[in-house]
């Protein structure tokens, strides 16, 4: 099970039972057919880990298969979506978000929380009369591991530690949880299982404490249908113990944390961040560098399409005009035929020329255009780095944090203002 514990009911024994299992289906669900909602209707926010058993969790909350399931590593859902039905006498409207920690597709921790900030925020445009309970799914057979523990802190960040409030732990995979412990009885399964949870130490110990171990056994198989209405009475017991006391977790209460929020997350990624905007910044320094004065970088990139010209120059003579302007960059640093001359040169021999060739063609001829013309290249090179600028802003939260990023990047807009690209058509060194 989820953590090693001593079992301490002598009334369960282990068994090994096989359950027959279907194919995972693979299903779209709808954008339409809401039934009409009601003030009773109970609306749950469902989250978690990818691959836990949380869009199955919703076809059985609302007792239709209309969220996309199927057992994998990477997530099935890929958006949020709502879908509501009245299911075994309740008024039931589930919101599915994405499955979190997608180590496919996401890589970084800045990934992580960027995809979760967005999709939950927009949770509440789903359903602005807020939920009666955040449900988070884990999956009861897996050891409760790091990334499970990443994705609880990552929601806290977000919902604020008001979260547990309303939080009720959806525990997936109950038959396996049934096969280890010979049970047979749908009140009997929750009812060992509410004393697993209590057994429970550790990082998932914890969690179970902050929630109040308000906790549900969830049955995702087929074969388990007769003890549906058994978890959903169970899910509506602590349901009615949240309402009670607190209501609702509204967008108005996800607001309060709002402040809280923006510092919190930007600290889960602010190192990988940092990184990231170095590094943009660096690249944009190296392209600028590439337009100094020094003419090294020039009369390598001419030497190396030298280089290539002469190994095609005997079966292509068009290539030997080329050659000509190719050593003026050499000698001047600057071509001596017209953009349009160029142009041609280039397009007359694109289809004579092997790929390597024309490759090498085409970035020198951008390169030219760079020295040729320092003042266009210079508006380029300040449009980037404003764009940088708005985007280490953007990224900063209103939370101060990027400061020296900031700078760095303003300094950059001025060392760019500072360079001489109207005397000789090159530009003074850059340090």
Request: net charge neutral; proline share 2%.
């Amino acid at each position: 099970m989820g953590n090693e514990q001593s079992k301490t009911e002598p009334s369960i024994v282990k068994r090994e039972r096989t359950i027959s299992k279907k194919e995972p289906t693979i299903l779209t669900p709808p954008t339409e057919r809401l039934p009409v909602k009601t003030d009773s209707t109970l609306n749950y926010l469902l989250m978690g880990k990818v691959a836990n058993g949380k869009s199955s969790s919703g076809n059985a909350l609302v007792g239709e298969n209309v969220f996309q399931s199927y057992n994998a590593t990477t997530a099935g859902t890929k958006c949020n979506w709502r879908y509501c039905n009245k299911h075994l006498g309740r008024d039931i409207c589930v919101v599915d978000t994405p499955g979190l920690y997608d180590t496919e597709h996401m890589n970084s921790n800045i990934e992580n929380a960027r995809f979760a900030r967005k999709y939950l925020t927009k949770a509440f445009q789903l359903c602005p009369e807020g939920f009666h309970a955040l449900l988070i799914v884990l999956n009861v057979t897996n050891k409760y591991s790091s990334e499970d523990k990443s994705v609880i802190e990552l929601l806290t960040e977000i919902f604020g530690e008001i979260m547990f409030d309303f939080t009720i732990l959806i525990f997936t995979h109950g038959d396996n949880f049934d096969n280890e412990y010979n049970l047979l009885d749908a009140d009997r399964s929750q009812e060992v299982f509410k004393s697993w949870c209590r057994q429970q130490a550790g990082d998932l110990g914890q969690l179970l404490s902050k929630s109040k171990y308000r906790a549900v056994l969830f049955h995702n198989t087929d074969t388990y249908e007769l003890h549906r209405d058994v978890e959903l009475l169970a899910l509506d017991s602590e349901v009615q113990k949240i309402s009670s006391k607190v209501g609702r977790y509204t967008e108005r209460t996800f607001q309060r944390n709002e402040r809280k929020r923006k510092h919190i997350i930007l600290n889960y990624y602010l190192p990988e961040l940092q990184k990231e905007i170095n590094e943009k910044l660096l690249t944009l320094k190296k392209e600028l560098q590439l337009i100094v004065s020094d003419g090294k970088t020039i009369t390598d990139k001419a030497k190396d399409v030298l280089e290539a010209i002469d190994k095609h120059g005997s079966k292509y003579p068009t290539l030997d005009t080329l050659k000509e302007s190719v050593k003026n960059i050499q000698n001047n640093f600057r071509l001596q035929t017209s953009n349009q001359e160029k142009f041609h040169l280039v397009t007359k021999t694109q289809e004579l020329i092997d790929g390597n060739v024309l490759f090498e063609l085409r970035s020198l001829s951008d390169f030219i255009d760079n020295i040729r013309n320092p003042e266009k290249h210079k508006e380029e090179m300040k449009d980037k780095a404003k764009a940088l600028a708005r985007y280490v802003d953007e990224e900063d939260l209103g939370t101060n944090k990027l400061d020296d990023l900031k700078k760095k990047v303003e300094m950059f807009l001025l060392q760019i203002d500072d360079l001489d690209t109207k005397g000789s058509g090159t530009l003074t060194e850059m340090k």
